[in-house]
Nanobody, 125 residues
């Protein structure tokens, strides 16, 4: 059974940085896509950044140039480096994955089967 465990959230002032981590376990497929989503109170969940096993990345327009998605060499941990954080980045951030012969770094939540519990990011002005 796939498990995704996020960490690294917290509170930061506007302009600050955080790095989120998502530790993945219980998977056997060599091909996959993984992504970070966020949901603020009263808003729909939105895809923030995604990566596939071929290294293709995709970013939401609102975070492009500020956020970077990456993986460790063993590809067991997904990261999201968030720079120049803004109050509108405040949300619960969740890691998602689909371990299957897939291609493409989708930002659509329907493209993912497995989800973590989330980690809260709060940015104050």
């Amino acid at each position: 059974q796939v498990q995704l465990v996020e960490s690294g959230g917290g509170s930061v002032e506007s302009g600050g940085s955080l790095r989120l981590s998502c530790a993945a376990s219980g998977y056997t497929a060599r091909n996959y896509r993984m992504a970070w989503f966020r949901q603020a109170p009263g808003k729909e969940r939105e895809g923030v950044a995604a990566i596939d096993s071929g290294g293709t990345t995709n970013y939401a327009a609102s975070v492009k140039g500020r956020f970077t998605i990456s993986q460790d060499i063993a590809k067991t941990t997904l990261y999201l480096l968030m720079n120049d954080l803004k109050p509108e980045d405040t949300a619960m951030y969740s890691c998602a994955a689909k371990f299957a012969p897939v291609v493409g770094a989708s930002l659509w939540d329907g493209a993912y089967d497995d989800w973590g519990q989330g980690t809260q990011v709060t940015v104050s002005s």
